[in-house]
């Protein structure tokens, strides 16, 4: 069983910058969500998505955006770069509530460092 | 609106003594409980979780932890550390129904500290 892979493992980008991170889900996950931890901080919301639509967003800005592929992969976008949204992002993949086998529990990727400068 | 309150920062123990990673949690409706662990440049990875039935739920590494609703706590507990424990541990909790389902709100860790 293959578990949740990011990509890139680092990114060092300039203010301003857009970027773009992946995530491959765990074989049999159709839910991702993708939360932000600052350097020091536990981690926070940012979005999930469930059958390529969003499913729920936290107290993130519009310029942190998202899609959902068929495949249940996923991508985290950022545009205009601030120099706060350095932290490590980390996906995370789950069947939903309520499915077969479903259970909240949430299985974690190594996380994507991206750092602003 | 959840919230998680994770009492200490930082937790230094010797090598094969007990140890309380201390969690409270805020909510206005019914909530599932999670602890992760963290070490240094990984992911996250589960440890244990609450969904229903016994408060006391027993996870990997020989760690458990107790759910008291009248309390609100979900505290974690291992009778005796090894040197290779020493990481970050977050509690987590998320909506039992209905919203953002399976969205966690983490507290802000605990970093365990194993000495010889």
């Known amino acids: 069983e293959t578990g949740v892979t990011q990509s890139p493992t680092h990114l060092i980008k300039t203010r301003g910058q857009q970027v773009t991170l992946r995530c491959s889900s765990q074989s049999g996950h159709n839910t991702v969500s993708w939360y932000q931890q600052a350097l020091g901080q536990g981690p926070q919301f940012i979005f999930q998505?469930?059958?390529?639509?969003?499913?729920g967003r936290g107290n993130f800005p519009p310029r942190f955006s998202g899609l959902q592929f068929p495949n249940y992969s996923s991508e985290l976008n950022v545009n205009a770069l601030e120099l706060d949204d350095s932290a490590l992002y980390l996906c995370a993949s789950s069947s939903p509530a309520g499915s077969s086998g479903g259970s909240y529990e949430q299985y974690f990727g190594p996380g994507t460092r991206l750092t602003v400068t | 609106a959840q919230s998680v309150t994770q009492l200490d920062s930082q937790v230094p123990v010797f090598e094969e003594a007990p140890v309380e990673l201390r969690c409270n949690y805020s909510s206005s409706v019914s909530v599932y409980l999670f602890w992760y662990v963290q070490y240094p440049n990984q992911g996250l990875q589960l440890l244990l979780k609450y969904l229903s039935g016994s408060t006391l739920v027993k996870g990997i590494n020989g760690f458990e932890a107790e759910f008291n609703k009248s309390q609100t706590s979900f505290h974690l507990r291992k009778p005796s550390v090894h040197i290779s424990d020493t990481a970050e541990y977050f509690c987590a909790v998320s909506e039992r129904y209905g919203g953002s389902q399976g969205n966690l709100i983490f507290g802000k860790g605990t970093k365990l500290s194993v000495k010889p």
């Open positions: 998505y469930y059958r390529e639509e969003e499913n």
